[in-house]
């Protein structure tokens, strides 16, 4: 009895670090970029290690959103997020939703999203972040536009929405039909 009490005990110490160091390492900064500002009030999220073991993956799990919140400020949070983590380097980068990917992205992408967070044109980003997403099978989720400026962007821009629609507004939409 005394040996499985003892296991037990070491496997809640295992977890337990491996969650702390998590939290310490991704969570906190994301739980900082959440509370810094305002605007952000209803909108859940956590960030770990993939399988909360792999350091070259980041996971940001979009937990919540309320009826408040509109998919630009979802987007803010997660580009202040990545200012908060500008100075870490990962391969990968993976937007879930309630624990399930939903699409990835290049860390070299999120490195750069948020160094030029403070300096770069906000609708730049918004146009061109879709093209840097792929899907969970490791295809791309959008393609990139050419032609007239107008038609361009307004493709864009529909990108942009749709990249919401399969992130978390479907399922959103699916749980209050239910």
Known sequence: MKK???????LAF???????ANYFFVGSALSDAIKSDSRNVGIEASAH??????????????????DSNSPADIFRVFLQYASHMK???FD???????????FKL???YFKTLGEEFEDQNLVYTIRTFPENLYRPDGTQAFGTWTGGII?????????FNKFHQDWYIKDMTLATTK
């Open 106 to 108: 290049k860390g070299e």
């Open 4 to 10: 499985l009490t003892y296991t037990f005990a070491g």
């Open 49 to 66: 290690y993939e399988n909360y073991i792999s350091t070259s993956v980041l996971v940001f799990d979009l937990k919540s959103v309320s």
């Open 151 to 159: 038609g361009v962007l307004g493709e864009q821009m529909n990108d």
């Open 87 to 89: 100075s870490k380097r």
């Open 92 to 102: 990968q980068v993976v937007l879930a939703h309630k624990g399930s990917v939903k």
């Open 14 to 20: 295992i977890i337990g670090t491996f969650l702390g």
